[in-house]
């Protein structure tokens, strides 16, 4: 019967069903990580997203006038600019607010304002702006939300009606519909109907500010450059984006990605590599027998075609296959194992077809070259093929070009020549490329590492290693696939187990810094009446409760830069970006510290303040880290200037009273001032000289022989009503970073779970591909010396420098990326690697090629020798 070339490509490949199996089975793991990839970097945005949102608020942007500019400036956003900005494509959510209403229609007397220090806005009671400003009522006209510092002056309750004056020449009367928490530098604020601001100023619809929220598919950039292209030069865009906290989520975020993401890749790349080399090899002489026989190079070129494209339909649908297995284990591990419930690990079949057919197509094309190759060779060449070829020149280059590359960006960051803001991001791609190189360099040193290896291995084990060393050299160019695969695996499973551990306990020295009393209470958006502190030095079981305010931007005057760290203020050189639009603005961030009050006197009573040197209440106190930066000794005076409305305003000289460490204050900047201080009562807006504190946290000691966990408790259904105050003691705090820490890298722990298995698979698959290839050259070691036991023992020798080489190569390119990571933040320093985390993936590697050798050797040595080298 005459075959047709399809019909004759289909039997070959079906011919031999263990090579198609192995090679489908590489293909398809790859594609399913590639799947499981996408599927979990998609949950995983959304999971930063929803914690980005839950920090900064659910807008993408602002579009806003500054009510600051002079008179002569424009400060109000027209309707219909307002209505241009909310009907842009892409948007698909707004909110507008008219804040300092007084100060944009210029009718505001300065000095009085000065006085009552009060901030005025309408807004739009819709609910993103309600969760924006942290109100909850539906604000109705004739309504006011105002917050405790503002009740506490008036002396209402939430439902009294209050008359007050925005302007000498206006007058409004409205119902407290609900109070609030104080703000943020500044406590005392009024939320009124934009309507009915707009109705007593006369207005119309204008605004100050339109916020806007994008589609997920739209880039929030894009609108920005939109806005400043189609809008009023006046006009500034901020975007959430470039807010610190939401820049440390997307970094965190983009190391998962990029790391994680690479690493992953790269072992598909290897996979699909590795795969399709092992195919062909047993394809070299059947190609050359049809050449010989009569076929032309068009059927030879159309039946590896045929093949290819067949094969690797049956290896992407295999693929998709595994992706939604994984998928689906992925979403079980979560839910059962973690204990969290999590909906988005959803597979989106859009992207999955896409992936298939885009793949398939990719893959299907790839062959191309080698159809060509194969086509073109001479049937006598193809005959003579050996395996012992050298490695690819190309590869050598991109090899080295990277590793270099990636060592120069290191050096860059290290020599302190790159920004802060993209440190990390440089830093991650220098040691993700050193990584690549040396990964791709694994056939450059198998050579060396398997001499050395080998040589030990012969002299105090096997003395039959010889000839497991000098096949694995003489084949190094096919066994680099392996190796780089093993090696890829090794340092993921190096790699991100260790920046998971050095995050977590980042986070657990802070808290452990944070709690320098049993129980700690903080305000999580602004702070706290001041009768908070007498009703909790009120309770049972407390012994002291020491209050520290909210730490407010002051400006440094007059001071000599000249004695400071050149290096620490050019890391500190940019201007701040919550003074724009203001004189204040061309200021630089080293100008400026956070200041707080506090009970000096108090703190000493209760050990929190290493310092007996008399009377500290007149200065000011510092951290030792901050003094050497800036050159500050004990005793000198600083010139701390007030500002308002982003002008400055008078200077208070005061004294450096004490240089001490605050382990329980984050930030070096930030100091401590004592609150009967006269020269101070204008810290966190408080005007009225009453030497209260309106504390953003509490320190609490308990009395000796009360239970910490109950006194928490109590303290807990005391201040219940206040959503926003925690009440903390250091095991619950613990407890909760833990839970945090598994709640954030859930899906990370997830794709490892999945990596293992797949890993393993891939392992126990490439190797089985190999040793099956050289089925002939094993059968020839028997027939000239080797028994079937000397056999085993060299098979199990090659699988063990097969694992050696991967974990040389696997530690070396893992100690690239974690020093790229390290070196790139403050926030790691000290980092270390766990024992079992260098032990795992080394025991993983090692155990599995140590298995599979076993296994196969096993399989060839109960063969005989004559049926072995007939073999396909």
Same mark, same amino acid.
């Given at each position: 019967m005459k075959l047709s070339t399809f019909g004759l490509a289909m039997r070959m490949l079906f011919a031999k069903k263990q090579r198609l199996l192995l090679t489908c089975i590489g293909i398809g793991v790859s594609f399913g990580l590639i799947i499981v990839i996408s599927t979990l970097y998609v949950s995983m945005e959304r999971t930063v997203q929803r914690t980005i949102d839950n920090e900064v608020g659910g807008f993408d942007l602002v579009a806003a006038l500054s009510p600051l500019e002079g008179n002569d400036k424009r400060k109000l956003l027209t309707e219909e600019e307002i209505s241009r900005l909310r009907t842009m494509d892409g948007v698909i959510a707004s909110s507008v607010t008219l804040v300092f209403p007084e100060l944009v229609t210029n009718r505001v007397d300065l000095e009085a304002r000065m006085k009552t220090d009060i901030n005025y806005a309408g807004v739009e009671p819709n609910e993103r702006i309600r969760n924006f400003l942290g109100f909850t009522a539906t604000l109705q006209l004739g309504e006011m939300v105002i917050t405790e510092e503002v009740a506490r002056r008036w002396g209402v309750q939430q439902g009294d009606t209050k008359e007050f004056s925005m302007s000498n020449d206006i007058v409004l009367k409205k119902v407290v519909r609900e109070i609030i928490p104080d703000y943020t530098p500044n406590p005392a604020a009024v939320i009124l109907h934009i309507d009915d601001v707009r109705e007593e100023y006369a207005l119309g619809k204008v605004a100050t500010n339109v916020y806007l929220d994008v589609a997920d598919d739209i880039s929030a950039r894009g609108i920005e450059e939109m806005i400043k292209s189609e809008f009023h030069e006046d006009i500034r865009v901020s975007l959430t984006s470039d807010n610190n906290n939401v820049i440390k989520q997307h970094t965190m975020f983009r190391f998962i990605a990029i790391g994680l993401g690479s690493i992953l890749m790269l072992v598909c790349l290897l996979f699909l590599s590795s795969s399709f080399k092992l195919m062909l090899l047993g394809r070299v002489r059947e190609i050359s027998t049809f050449r010989m026989v009569g076929a032309s190079r068009w059927v030879i070129y159309k039946m590896v075609m045929m093949e290819a494209a067949?094969?690797?339909?049956?290896?992407?649908?295999?693929?998709?296959?595994?992706?939604?297995?994984?998928?689906? +284990? %992925?979403?079980?591990?979560?839910?059962?194992? &973690?204990?969290? %419930?999590?909906?988005?690990?959803? &597979?989106?079949?859009?992207?999955?077809?896409?992936? !298939?057919? /885009?793949?398939?197509?990719?893959?299907?094309?790839?062959?191309?070259?080698? !159809?060509?190759?194969?086509?073109?060779?001479?049937? +006598?060449?193809?005959?003579?093929?050996?395996?012992?070829?050298?490695?690819?020149?190309?590869? !050598?280059?991109?090899?080295?070009?990277?590793?270099?590359?990636?060592?120069?960006?290191?050096?860059?960051?290290?020599?302190? +020549?790159?920004?802060?803001?993209?440190?990390?991001?440089?830093? $991650? =791609?220098?040691?993700? $490329?050193?990584?690549?190189?040396?990964?791709?360099?694994?056939?450059?040193?198998?050579?060396a590492i398997s001499r050395i290896s080998g040589w030990f291995i012969r002299k105090f084990v096997i003395a039959e290693a010889y000839y497991a060393m000098k096949q694995f050299v003489a084949l190094r160019k096919q066994n680099s696939f392996i190796v780089m695969l093993l090696a890829s695996i090794v340092t993921a499973f190096i790699a991100i187990p260790t920046f998971i551990d050095n995050l977590t306990r980042v986070q657990t020295e802070q808290v452990v810094n944070k709690h320098i009393t049993p129980i700690v209470i903080e305000h999580s958006r602004d702070v706290m009446s001041s009768d908070v502190v007498e009703q909790v030095r009120q309770m049972e079981g407390v012994d002291q409760a020491?209050?520290?305010?909210?730490?407010?931007?002051?400006?440094?005057?007059?001071?000599?830069?000249?004695? !400071?760290?050149?290096?620490?203020?050019?890391?500190?050189?940019?201007?701040?970006?919550?003074?724009?639009?203001?004189?204040? #603005?061309?200021?630089?961030?080293?100008?400026?510290?956070? @200041? %707080?009050?506090?009970?000096?006197?108090? &703190?000493?009573?209760?050990?929190?303040?290493?310092?007996?040197?008399?009377?500290?209440?007149?200065?000011? /106190?510092?951290?030792?880290? #901050? %003094?050497?930066?800036?050159?500050?000794?004990?005793?000198? @005076? +600083?010139?701390?200037?007030? @500002?308002?409305?982003?002008?400055?305003?008078?200077?208070?000289?005061?004294? =450096?009273?004490? /240089?001490?460490?605050?382990?329980?204050?984050?930030?070096?900047?930030? /100091?401590?001032?004592?609150?009967?201080?006269?020269?101070v009562s204008w810290i966190e807006g408080d005007n009225d000289n009453s030497n209260e504190i309106l504390p953003k946290t509490i320190y609490v000691q308990v009395s000796e022989g009360a239970d910490i966990a109950n006194v928490r408790a109590e303290l807990e259904h005391l201040l219940q009503d206040d959503p926003a105050i925690r009440v903390t003691d250091l095991d619950s705090e613990l407890l909760r970073i833990a839970e945090q820490s598994r709640e954030q890298y859930t899906i990370l722990w997830a794709v490892m779970a999945i990596f293992v298995v797949v890993g393993i698979v891939g392992i126990m698959n490439t190797l089985g591909a190999t040793f099956h290839s050289h089925r002939r050259e094993y059968a020839i070691l028997r027939a000239i010396q080797l028994t079937t036991a000397k056999l085993r023992s060299v098979m199990i020798v090659q699988g063990l420098l097969y694992a050696i080489t991967a974990i040389v190569v696997g530690v070396i390119a893992s100690g690239w990326i974690l020093t790229g990571l390290f070196s790139g933040t403050n926030e790691l320093q000290g980092w270390t690697i766990n024992g079992f985390t260098l032990a795992l993936p080394i025991v993983i590697v090692g155990a599995i090629s140590l298995l599979v050798s076993l296994l196969y050797s096993k399989q060839f040595g109960a063969k005989s020798i004559t049926e072995e080298l007939t073999v396909e």
């Open positions: 067949v094969m690797n339909l049956l290896g992407v649908v295999l693929g998709v296959g595994i992706g939604a297995l994984f998928c689906q +284990l %992925a979403g079980l591990f979560i839910n059962s194992m &973690m204990g969290i %419930a999590l909906n988005n690990v959803e &597979m989106d079949w859009r992207v999955v077809v896409t992936i !298939a057919v /885009v793949g398939w197509l990719l893959l299907t094309i790839s062959v191309m070259r080698i !159809a060509v190759t194969a086509a073109g060779s001479a049937p +006598l060449v193809a005959v003579r093929h050996s395996e012992q070829e050298t490695l690819n020149r190309s590869q !050598a280059w991109i090899s080295g070009i990277l590793f270099i590359i990636g060592c120069v960006m290191l050096g860059l960051a290290w020599l302190d +020549l790159i920004s802060t803001d993209t440190r990390l991001i440089f830093t $991650l =791609v220098g040691g993700l $490329l050193a990584a690549g190189g040396s990964i791709l360099g694994a056939g450059y040193m198998i050579p020491l209050p520290v305010g909210s730490f407010s931007a002051v400006l440094l005057a007059d001071l000599d830069y000249e004695r !400071a760290d050149p290096e620490w203020l050019e890391q500190n050189s940019y201007h701040p970006e919550y003074l724009q639009g203001t004189s204040l #603005y061309e200021t630089y961030e080293y100008e400026w510290i956070g @200041t %707080a009050k506090t009970d000096f006197k108090l &703190m000493q009573q209760m050990g929190l303040m290493k310092l007996d040197d008399g009377d500290l209440s007149s200065g000011i /106190v510092i951290q030792p880290e #901050y %003094a050497a930066h800036m050159g500050i000794a004990l005793g000198d @005076t +600083l010139s701390l200037q007030r @500002t308002s409305l982003g002008e400055r305003a008078e200077k208070y000289e005061m004294p =450096v009273s004490g /240089v001490t460490d605050l382990s329980f204050i984050v930030h070096e900047t930030h /100091v401590l001032v004592d609150y009967q201080n006269p020269n």
